[in-house]
């Protein structure tokens, strides 16, 4: 059984997935915004964007809107690494035992042995195990069709 505060958090986390992330909002007025999600209030679900194009195309560097005039939230772009899929990956294809592996959903990231990270943007660390996980990555993102 979940929760209502269990899933007020699991929203929240997927707000914050989406941060950095460009992103359509669309109005009850049926106005239209596109831009990148800077930041949100979570107890008004308030928004604001950056760089954000309306659907007369008029730019504005930021746009703050309201939660109560939004009636949807597009994404525009996936992420293609998954903090969970590549822990899994980790463990079927690297051999790395999973007391070894800390997955962060929140902020798509996964902790190995904490010394080494790895996020979207690739691996961090120095060092033999660093060397080996981002072989793993690199395997894990062509088999996702992506060239790292």
Same mark, same amino acid.
């Given at each position: 059984?979940v929760?209502?505060?269990?899933? $007020?958090r699991?929203?929240?986390v997927?707000?914050?997935?989406? @941060?950095?992330?460009?992103?359509?909002?669309?109005?009850v007025?049926?106005r239209? /915004? &596109? *831009?990148?999600? $800077?930041g949100?209030?979570?107890?008004? @679900?308030?928004i604001? @964007?950056?760089?954000a194009?309306?659907?007369?195309?008029?730019?504005?560097p930021i746009?703050?809107i /309201?939660?109560?005039?939004?009636? #949807?939230i597009?994404?525009e #772009?996936g992420?293609?690494?998954? $903090? &969970?899929?590549?822990?899994?990956?980790?463990? &079927?294809? *690297?051999?790395?035992?999973?007391?070894?592996? %800390?997955? /962060? #959903?929140?902020?798509? =990231?996964?902790e190995?042995a904490?010394?080494?990270k =790895?996020?979207?943007d690739g691996v961090?660390? $120095? *060092?033999?195990?660093?060397?080996r =996980?981002?072989?793993?990555?690199? #395997? /894990?993102? %062509?088999?996702?069709?992506?060239r790292?």
């Amino acid at each position: 059984m979940v929760f209502a505060s269990d899933a $007020a958090r699991r929203f929240t986390v997927k707000l914050n997935t989406l @941060l950095d992330k460009v992103i359509i909002v669309k109005l009850v007025n049926g106005r239209t /915004y &596109k *831009g990148k999600l $800077a930041g949100f209030d979570q107890s008004t @679900l308030s928004i604001a @964007l950056e760089a954000a194009v309306d659907n007369e195309n008029n730019n504005w560097p930021i746009a703050i809107i /309201y939660g109560s005039t939004i009636s #949807e939230i597009l994404v525009e #772009e996936g992420s293609i690494f998954s $903090a &969970k899929e590549f822990s899994e990956f980790l463990i &079927k294809h *690297g051999g790395i035992p999973p007391h070894q592996i %800390r997955v /962060y #959903e929140d902020i798509n =990231v996964v902790e190995i042995a904490r010394s080494v990270k =790895v996020s979207k943007d690739g691996v961090e660390g $120095a *060092g033999p195990l660093a060397h080996r =996980v981002n072989t793993l990555f690199r #395997e /894990y993102m %062509r088999r996702k069709g992506v060239r790292v």
